[in-house]
């Protein structure tokens, strides 16, 4: 399975499923990772403990922990 | 008979209370600024520690009432603001809602409208920041919106101030109609599902005040409120069922086994649609825009984190440097108008607690008013320019490790400051257990008060080159103990799952000096207002203590031997004594006496408890009453030979390690702890933290004290 945290700099991803539990699951979505949704990797800390994605217009910060409960497809 | 005279009350029907919604960095606020421009009346009402702002005015004959609610992404109780904004709504003590969304980003901010649509509320659509939407080349049909949501959409702009105008007639006009049903629509699986409801609800003419409609939505979306209403009701029984079905059948067709992410699915589906049909991009070549622009250096992997350091320091310099200015006036004045107000009063006891115990209180905390604005200015700064998400985002490898997060970084520098202002600042942190976790550990900072002790003790048992040392290590010591405290904590009593860190990183913006006067202006009177009066109030009870009961034989003794004395130095010495006598049987030199026992363990004598205790109500009072205890006079400073010379013969080196050890850790200063019960939202808290820091200090300084016995 990819995770959110495999992606390369710069790589542009489909979200297949949200594995996270549902309060996290709920939190995702509202700032618009949810299914179907591109997501685009812009940068990350040493290690990915933190890293920096593209949703639609909107930039989120979220940890490499999270990221690995999102389950996608690359474009 | 309607009588002329009935104009002078205000008719209850050209009221109108708004509630303002909208997500976060939509220019909410901004947009309520320039609505009610001159007219501005700002009341609070604060919740624990967010405020919804309340604004009126007056438009065409209308009162308008706009409630200023925190921004919230959907109603997911995950932050306090969420929390009040969900509550507030759901009370419905309002008319209607203005949404308010960014016309750059309107996929986004259609997610909020949709849930809003479902609350069976007048909604009016403000489609602000319409001048940057203009700019990026994103044309919205707001016309055709409007038909489409059934909801009036308003292009807005508090930046060029177009449309508010528009927006207001729209209120007046929505609020004089009778209430529209939402168009949302569903895909098929759940409008069959609904219509199934609806068709139960209307075979039973059930009675209920909002659209069948809209109960089937709400039941399907798990709405508790929903839920209570019908669940006394007979037709429940045979509802159960069917929603039980039409539950398992939305969330197959969803491929999910969580009802509000299919209905999240929904929501985008139906907004995606709106948006294909009312907005026109034009496909201009995607450029790098500014705010990646100043990304690719602020939060480079490398340079981002000392770039933010340098800015830290800044601000640090200026808060503590420009604001000793300005607080050297305030003791200057407070101490003017003692000796003035003091002159004016006879009675001794009076003019002691006028002069000593209320001035002095007040002035204490007026005295932190500078650093508390300078550096509220900052975080308002580093807030609306958008650059404290990327702050959060740098440190929180690092914080993480520690249980902590990555915002918790301002608080805990700010400690190092003056904890007041810390535990205040501590609000940035959207999430209460990370708010809670970091509110415990800011007192392990030590902050600039307790400074005066550890220079009075290096200066006493170390030579002047390895004071500074000792300094230093005594200031990261701190700091190390308040991780280790904090990863402590996480273990236990904030155990369980990592809260997550997931957060918007807005675009860069230019800061309103407006908005952040009125923030900051907003907070310097809260802490004015509230720990003002509190502070007051416990300065007072410590002067009592200390000062009473009298003990007239004394004083009488003393005053005819301080006449008797021959020189000048002899008298003075006889003041002393007396206020060393005077002490030691006041209500506080009796706790001390009766504590003595338990700090023996840790090689304090009575005058040491004391001072610890005294330090209760300020740090800076340890220094002054170990020289009233000594008895030098309260005039000693930390530089002070006599002092120095005091301590190093009086009190033995183990016993000066344990008192530094309880001093870095032990509760802070009465005005910082009555911040922090307010901070972290209850009494219980203050007791945590002193049953916490008194445990931790005890023990610490228990080992400390022994180790040092061992070495000398």
């Known amino acids: ?75 | 008979m309607i009588k002329e005279e009935g104009n002078a009350c205000p008719v209850i029907a050209n009221h109108i209370k708004v509630a303002l919604v909208g997500q976060p960095n939509v220019g909410k606020s901004m947009l309520i600024n320039s609505v009610s421009n001159a007219h501005l009346h700002v009341g609070n009402f604060s919740g624990v520690t967010v405020d919804k702002t309340e604004v009126l005015f007056d438009y065409k004959g209308y009162h308008f009432t706009v409630v200023d609610l925190p921004g919230t992404y959907a109603f997911t109780d995950y932050s306090i603001e969420e929390r009040v904004t969900h509550k507030y709504l759901s009370g419905g003590g309002y008319d209607l809602i203005i949404n308010v969304v960014d016309s750059t980003n309107l996929e986004k901010n259609l997610q909020l409208t949709s849930e809003l649509m479902s609350m069976n509320k007048d909604i009016v659509i403000a489609l602000n920041m319409s001048d940057e939407a203009k700019k990026e080349g994103i044309e919205i049909d707001e016309v055709y919106m409007s038909e489409l949501l059934g909801i009036p959409c308003i292009k807005t702009s508090a930046v060029t101030k177009e449309g508010i105008e528009d927006l207001l007639d729209a209120i007046v006009k929505v609020g004089s109609q009778a209430k529209q049903e939402s168009k949302l629509i569903f895909s098929e699986a759940v409008e069959e599902e609904i219509s199934k409801i609806v068709a139960y609800l209307q075979k039973h003419k059930h009675e209920a005040p909002n659209s069948y409609r809209n109960i089937a939505i709400n039941l399907l979306k798990n709405n508790k409120k929903t839920y209570a209403r019908l669940h006394d009701d007979p037709i429940w029984t045979e509802l159960q069922p069917i929603l039980i079905d039409a539950t398992k059948h939305i969330e197959l067709h969803h491929d999910s086994d969580d009802i509000k992410e299919a209905f999240a699915e929904e929501y985008a589906a139906f907004n995606k649609g709106i948006i294909t049909e009312v907005v026109k991009a034009s496909t201009v070549q995607e450029k790098e825009t500014i705010t990646q622009k100043i990304d690719n250096i602020l939060i480079h992997p490398f340079f981002g984190i000392p770039i933010f350091l340098f800015f830290m320091w800044g601000l640090f310099q200026l808060t503590f440097e420009i604001g000793s200015i300005p607080m050297e006036w305030i003791e200057a004045f407070f101490g003017w108008l003692g000796d003035t107000i003091g002159a004016t009063i006879a009675n001794e006891d009076i003019r002691s607690l006028i002069v000593d115990g209320v001035i002095a209180g007040v002035g204490a905390v007026v005295l932190f008013v500078p650093n508390i604005i300078i550096l509220f200015i900052g975080i308002a700064l580093l807030e609306s320019t958008g650059y404290m998400s990327r702050v959060a985002f740098l440190l929180d490898g690092f914080f993480h490790k520690f249980g902590l997060h990555g915002q918790s970084f301002i608080p805990l520098v700010t400690g190092f400051g003056c904890s007041i202002p810390a535990y205040m600042s501590a609000r940035i942190l959207k999430n209460d257990r990370d708010r809670l976790l970091t509110l415990f550990i800011i007192g392990f900072m030590s902050c600039g008060a307790r400074l005066p002790v550890y220079v009075l003790f290096a200066g006493a048992f170390f030579s002047a080159e390895m004071a500074g040392n000792v300094l230093f290590a005594i200031y990261i010591g701190g700091a190390f103990i308040g991780l280790i405290a904090a990863k402590i904590l996480k273990l236990t009593a904030f155990k369980g799952a990592d809260e997550p860190f997931v957060m918007e990183m807005p675009k860069y913006r230019l800061p309103s000096v407006k908005l952040i006067w009125h923030t900051v202006l907003t907070k310097t009177m809260m802490y004015l207002k509230k720990a003002g009066t509190f502070i007051a109030a416990a300065s007072m009870l410590i002067w009592f203590l200390s000062n009473y009961p009298h003990n007239l034989e004394l004083e009488k003794e003393f005053s005819s031997k301080i006449e008797l004395a021959s020189t000048q130095e002899k008298k003075n010495e006889l003041t002393n004594e007396l206020g060393v006598k005077h002490l030691e049987q006041s209500y506080l030199g009796t706790i001390g006496k009766f504590s003595e026992p338990l700090f023996a363990p840790l090689g304090f004598d009575w005058r040491m408890s004391v001072a610890l205790q005294t330090g209760l109500a300020a740090k800076e009072v340890v220094v002054s009453t170990l020289g009233v205890l000594y008895a030098l006079g309260d005039e000693v400073d930390e530089e002070s030979s006599t002092l120095v010379n005091a301590i190093s013969k009086n009190i033995s080196f183990a016993s000066a390690v344990a008192f530094i050890v309880v001093i870095m850790i032990y509760l802070p200063c009465l005005a910082a702890s009555i911040v922090f019960t307010r901070e972290a939202g209850g009494i219980k808290y203050f007791f945590y933290l002193f049953a916490f820091t008194s445990v931790l200090a005890y023990s610490l300084a228990f080992v400390a004290y022994n180790v040092a016995l061992l070495f000398s």
């Open chain 1, 1 to 75: 399975m990819k995770t959110l945290k495999d992606c390369q700099k710069n790589q542009k991803v489909r979200v297949l499923k949200l594995h996270a539990p549902k309060d996290l699951k709920q939190r995702f979505i509202s700032l618009g990772i949810m299914k179907e949704a591109i997501i685009e990797m812009i940068e990350s800390a040493p290690g990915k403990s933190t890293i920096v994605v593209k949703v639609g217009k909107m930039t989120l910060a979220l940890r490499g922990q999270e990221a690995e409960l999102i389950e996608v497809k690359a474009l």
